[in-house]
């Protein structure tokens, strides 16, 4: 709290705002707009016969994906970081070089996740909880969904390279474009358009890879043909450089901790829940689809603090990032109210649209009031986590994840649903707590003002 209080006030610019909105507002729509088309997939497969079977087929791989996804995401806040504080401090030749060793680095561990999950996608299926009548189409699902895991990390680090020196709209366009694609290749296949015959959910996952394979491509074309701050140049070297791929580890390793810790813990909530019947869990689905939305606005923020962190840092200017950090996070809190209110009120009709089940929709819109609650946690701790990892401190988000993750959504939950027998709302409250508590711990951390000290340490 004293470094904070001490720290003289510094009074933001028009340019400070720009810079900001042009990060933040393309990543905004970039996520809200894939989280859509994702949405419409999710409608897509639940108008197949046996909807509530088919999502929880689906819903059962969420959180083997995501746990691969959030764990080369996490090594790529290394990358944004590190270029964005060499970026702030006028080291144009060091952000380039980190890019190319973030390549390398992800297209690395992208190989090892395909290979890996592909060949062990059954036995990881079965341990996430399936039963037996979504068994055979979760594991085909899971192992077409990997099979594009490493077009999908070479992605992810050409996304945080270009979203450390402060460029969004180029992923924006290329994730989108993907993302359209996708959409209507899952109509083409799932239901067997164009002389295919239907393909159900191997349709929906062998879509989404080929998308995947369209974006890879995209990033790559701007990362060596265009005239980009961190673009490939001819002549430059691929050899490993050891004091920059330490510094983006020592960011990356920490967050990827911490993922690994979420989406672990995320994987045992799915197997506790998948004890509870399979419309419920059908239901849960639903809900944990459209409430991606709502965790968007705090993502974009959350990459936005993390760039104007980090550059504000890079040029020696803490009382500068304390001010933007200020600014964004007051954004995201707005937007987090924004979607309490739509989800509060509008639950039953966004549910409706994913399936004609009243049982399942009706079930649905009451987990997506829970939800809400929510809402303001969300907004928070996404972006001060953002903030506080863009000044170097990573361990404090990793703590708040393990302290808050583990204790409710998975202990809790377990002794609620497995042992006292409650339904799927008891599963609902966990993950709210989770949220709170994950929001207070990031908060109180940062306003302690320690993270000065850590960022001084990256300069």
């Not at 190319?100 to 190989?111: E, N, P």
Request: aromatic fraction near 8%; charge should be positive.
């Amino acid at each position: 709290m004293t470094g904070l209080k001490q720290m003289p006030e510094y009074k933001l610019t028009r340019g400070d705002v720009r810079f900001f909105l042009s990060i933040m507002l393309p990543a905004l729509v970039e996520l809200l707009l894939s989280q859509v088309f994702g949405m419409i997939d999710t409608v897509m497969l639940g108008r197949l016969p046996d909807s509530a079977g088919v999502l929880a087929a689906v819903g059962i791989t969420t959180s083997p994906i995501n746990l691969v996804v959030c764990v080369v995401t996490a090594f790529c806040i290394g990358t944004t970081a590190t270029i964005a504080i060499a970026t702030g401090a006028g080291k144009h030749e060091e952000a380039r070089s980190a890019a190319r060793q973030s390549l390398m680095l992800l297209g690395l561990v992208g190989v090892l996740l395909t290979v890996f999950c592909m060949a062990f996608a059954a036995p990881i299926i079965r341990f996430a909880g399936a039963k037996d009548e979504i068994f055979a189409d979760a594991v085909t699902y899971y192992r077409l969904i990997a099979a594009g895991f490493f077009f999908q990390s070479v992605t992810i680090s050409i996304t945080a390279a270009l979203r450390g020196v402060g460029i969004t709209r180029i992923p924006l366009f290329y994730n989108l474009s993907a993302a359209a694609l996708n959409v209507v290749l899952n109509y083409i296949m799932i239901y067997g358009k164009l002389g295919l015959p239907p393909m159900g959910v191997a349709g929906a996952a062998l879509a989404t890879t080929i998308s995947k394979g369209l974006a890879f491509l995209a990033a790559l074309l701007f990362l060596f043909c265009g005239r980009l701050p961190v673009g490939v140049r001819r002549g430059d070297s691929f050899r490993p450089d050891l004091p920059i791929l330490k510094r983006i580890l020592k960011i990356g390793i920490t967050s990827g901790m911490e993922q690994v810790i979420l989406q672990s813990g995320a994987v045992l909530s799915t197997r506790i829940m998948a004890v509870l019947p399979t419309a419920d869990f059908a239901a849960y689905q639903i809900a944990a689809s459209v409430e991606g939305i709502a965790w968007q606005p705090g993502g974009a923020c959350c990459t936005a603090s993390t760039t104007c962190m980090g550059q504000a840092i890079g040029e020696g200017r803490p009382d500068k990032a304390r001010a933007m950090v200020r600014m964004i996070f007051l954004s995201a809190v707005a937007m987090g109210v924004g979607m309490l209110a739509l989800f509060l009120f509008c639950g039953h009709p966004i549910a409706s649209v994913y399936t004609e089940d009243e049982q399942v929709a009706r079930t649905a819109a009451r987990i997506l009031a829970y939800c809400s609650v929510a809402m303001p946690a969300v907004s928070t701790h996404q972006t001060i986590a953002g903030a506080l990892r863009g000044a170097g401190d990573t361990r404090t988000p990793m703590i708040a994840s393990l302290c808050s993750l583990w204790i409710f959504r998975v202990a809790l939950s377990w002794l609620l649903i497995s042992r006292l027998g409650m339904g799927i709302i008891a599963m609902r409250v966990c993950i709210t707590l989770d949220q709170f508590v994950r929001a207070s711990i990031n908060l109180i951390r940062y306003r302690q003002g320690k993270w000065i000290h850590a960022a001084e340490k990256l300069r």
